[in-house]
């Protein structure tokens, strides 16, 4: 349903912020830096932004125009531009991978609730490495205290969400990216500057192209499609609210080059202050679980009120980019049921909203006192994880491609890019050339690779 009467972002800034919160998230602040620290440092670095450039940019275009055009809910985008046809599956597809990440995310998303409040207190003063190991298995396995920090953290995405796109989503993400920008540099200006903190640039930034291999290239594919947010409509459903005028590839480069950026900085956060005494960074959540609260105890221990001041800072910073990611999830699955189901903004809020936090408490119990419960070997936690962002993510992201790069009429795909003709797109038939062959190609190949390591 296409309606002239939908909500607005107000401000080509606002655009901006809300489209790069929702690709800046945990996925910069943990996955990126350590799987650039495995795989050569700056080649790494080097391969991810050649991704990002021919596979991240013309895949958001793709998503943009989608959105905007129809603008409508990622579902109702597909009836619109092409009606009657099975293409509205893959609207559906996105809707729902949205609804499941959102699940899972928000558990994790709720853990850095319960770090900021541990750094608040001064909880991490005097542990040893054993005690936060301890004390991260206890906190995760508990089936009551992340449970109550998931419902928190659902409940202030819900809030954002119910105020409505203007008031609620720019807004927030007005307030809330330059507050992450800010406490990401000030980080990173602080852990560079720690003694021994060369080790770790070194680390993170010297090219070692012997570590690239075919897996890594793919990863590194499969790390941009994560980081921006792509495959699942999410910035489709943003479009939706992008006005005429709205330059669709310049707002694309910009949000990559902010999403990035932002990554690299977290790079330069985690592991100047993890070598500058003598901690080889770990891999996943005990990263930034286990970890780094000991990095940041033991990096400033002749003066602790720096510890504190640090560690406040990371966790705040990492909740924040954790917030303005579920909201965009939030808002797919809201905007979908408000739409599609003629539902009040605040019901199907409501009822995204429980809907997640039922299947968040199963993900987070799976993590404790049902992790006997398997699926193939993984815990309920892993198995949504894996299927959603290695499975549904590029599996939606190919049929995008082939939706505007084969479906769509071409003139449409033009007048969309270049705001009716008035702006010029030099870059019009390499954009086609890579939506048609060279983006489903590469997107399958990071499927088969995911499949393969099933
Ligand atoms: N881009 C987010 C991150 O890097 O953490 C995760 C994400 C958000 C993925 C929204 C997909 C999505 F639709």
Not at 142 to 160: E, M, N, S
Not at 217 to 223: E, K, N, S, V, Y
Not at 269 to 286: C, E, H, L, M, R
Request: with cysteine; charged share 10%.
């Amino acid at each position: 349903m296409a309606n002239s009467n939908r909500a607005n972002f107000e401000s080509r800034i606002g655009v901006i912020l809300a489209s790069a919160g929702s690709a800046v998230g945990l996925g910069n602040i943990w996955r990126f830096p350590y799987e650039t620290g495995q795989h050569g440092g700056a080649a790494f670095i080097l391969i991810y932004l050649f991704c990002i450039i021919l596979l991240g940019m013309p895949v958001m275009i793709s998503e943009f125009l989608i959105g905007r055009r129809s603008r409508a809910n990622t579902a109702g985008a597909y009836q619109i531009l092409a009606p009657g046809t099975p293409w509205r599956w893959v609207g559906f597809l996105g809707v729902l991978t949205g609804f499941l990440i959102l699940s899972y995310y928000s558990v994790v998303a709720g853990w850095t609730l319960e770090f900021v409040m541990e750094a608040g207190v001064n909880g991490f003063a005097g542990k040893t490495p054993a005690d936060f190991a301890a004390a991260f298995a206890e906190f995760s396995k508990d089936p009551f205290r992340p449970l109550i920090w998931l419902a928190c953290f659902l409940l202030i995405t819900h809030f954002v969400v119910v105020r409505g796109v203007k008031k609620g989503i720019e807004k927030s993400a007005k307030m809330m990216m330059p507050m992450l920008f800010i406490l990401v540099l000030v980080l990173a200006g602080c852990s560079i500057s720690l003694p021994g903190a060369q080790a770790g640039l070194n680390f993170l930034l010297k090219p070692d192209f012997s570590k690239v291999t075919a897996d890594v290239i793919l990863g590194a594919m499969g790390q941009a499609f994560y980081s921006l947010s792509l495959g699942m409509g999410c910035l489709c459903t943003y479009a939706s609210y992008f006005s005429k005028d709205t330059n669709l590839a310049r707002t694309a480069f910009n949000v990559g080059a902010i999403d990035t950026l932002i990554a690299v900085l977290a790079g330069l956060i985690i592991f100047p202050a993890a070598f500058s005494v003598g901690i080889q960074p770990d891999t996943g959540p005990a990263l930034i679980f286990i970890t780094l609260p000991n990095v940041f105890q033991q990096a400033f221990h002749n003066l602790p009120v720096l510890s504190y001041i640090f560690s406040l800072m990371f966790y705040v910073l990492l909740a924040l980019a954790a917030l303005t990611s579920t909201i965009s999830m939030h808002e797919v699955v809201t905007a979908y049921l408000h739409e599609e189901f003629r539902l009040t903004r605040k019901k199907a809020a409501a009822f995204v909203t429980g809907g997640c936090f039922v299947l968040g408490v199963c993900c987070s119990l799976s993590l404790g006192v049902w992790s006997g419960f398997t699926v193939g070997g993984l815990t309920l936690f892993d198995l949504f994880d894996f299927v959603t962002a290695k499975i549904m993510l590029p599996f939606g992201g190919m049929l995008i491609c082939l939706f505007v790069g084969w479906y769509l009429d071409r003139k449409l795909v033009y007048s969309e890019v270049s705001n009716d003709g008035s702006l010029k797109v030099k870059f019009f038939k390499a954009y086609i050339f890579l939506i048609r062959y060279i983006a489903p190609v590469a997107i399958a190949l990071i499927f088969l690779k995911e499949m393969g390591n099933l």
